[in-house]
């Protein structure tokens, strides 16, 4: 007989015989169930008195373990003596990989100058919206030395002072920026700190957001280097540093502030593209430079230079003729 979906089947009735057995096997299945959930509950209403029966070592406390200093130089076999530079320390790597090309006492500390403020610009683009308006400080306008002449209490687009900062090397946009974006220098020198060490830059320390201040204040040109090259990653910085002259609209009375860059190289080395100069008395003249030609990047960092501009050309022509 075929069968479909649509076939009435009748179902025969059970022997009476068979109930009992399966009735008997019924209780018993529930009287099993019933044991099991009763020292199921026994066990889980007394938690304290089961963790005196059976001691459970405490719990293992893992600490994620802090991340690896980026590594942004690599040593191999860097040649030394040629091309002579008047440097106290230099260093001349490639842009793109990170490799030493030649050196001179890379890791000796030194002063810095203004090429902290390489630093300085790396957190103000990490930390703070460009389009910000920044209120100058009053401090601002009694920084020493080198100042475009920011007025207390105007309020200035960040990107202005970024621009001062690094084309002009204003001390009081360092100290504007900084104020701004950590609520005080002191503040933004801890941070300046902190992301040394971040990047393993272990012969760097700061006491300054501009470099006016040599005690305490210093690198190496090995670290500076490093920190030159983390810094280039940023499209911003990389056009600031090579301009070489920019004009900027302000409000009245001003109305108009022009920056020329001290870098000399940006007007007379071909493939020039940043990155800062710097000076004081203890730290004599410092150079971090950089340049391009033919898909090659170089940077150069000098410091303490009887003539940076000349140190500095000596050290990328010499890394330009180098086989790749």
Request: charged share 25%; glycine share 6%; net charge positive.
């Amino acid at each position: 007989m075929r069968y479909s979906v649509l076939t009435k089947v009748e179902r025969r009735r059970p022997r009476r015989r068979r109930r009992a057995p399966f009735a008997l096997l019924v209780v018993a299945a529930l009287a099993l169930a019933g044991i099991a959930a009763f020292r199921h509950f026994d066990t889980h209403t007394a938690p304290a008195a089961a963790a005196a029966a059976r001691p459970q070592p405490p719990p293992a406390h893992h600490e994620a373990a802090p991340p690896a200093p980026l590594r942004l130089l690599f040593a191999a076999e860097p040649l030394r003596g040629r091309p002579r530079v008047s440097a106290r320390s230099a260093i001349l790597v490639d842009g793109r990989t990170g490799r030493v090309l030649w050196e001179k006492a890379p890791r000796s500390r030194r002063p810095i100058a203004s090429t902290t403020k390489i630093m300085t610009a790396t957190l103000i683009l990490e930390r703070m919206p460009l389009d910000r308006v920044v209120k100058v400080p009053a401090a601002a306008t009694r920084t020493p030395l080198v100042r475009e002449g920011l007025r207390r209490g105007e309020r200035v687009p960040a990107w202005k002072l970024l621009e001062g900062l690094l084309i002009f090397s204003g001390n009081d946009d360092a100290c504007a920026l900084a104020t701004a974006a950590a609520g005080s220098k002191p503040r933004f020198v801890r941070l300046m700190n902190a992301k040394a060490r971040a990047l393993g830059l272990h012969d760097t320390h700061f006491t300054s957001v501009s470099g006016v201040v040599d005690r305490g204040n210093y690198s190496s040109a090995w670290d500076l280097a490093a920190l030159t090259r983390y810094a280039l990653r940023d499209a911003r910085f990389r056009k600031t540093v090579a301009t070489k002259i920019a004009h900027v609209r302000w409000s009245a009375p001003t109305f108009a502030k022009v920056y020329v860059n001290k870098n000399q190289l940006l007007r007379s080395y071909r493939g020039a593209d940043g990155v800062k100069t710097g000076w004081t008395t203890l730290a004599g003249h410092c150079l971090v430079a950089s340049a391009h030609r033919g898909g090659r990047g170089l940077v150069a960092v000098l410091l303490h230079s009887a003539d940076p501009s000349r140190d500095a050309r000596r050290l990328l022509n010499f890394g330009f003729a180098l086989p790749r």
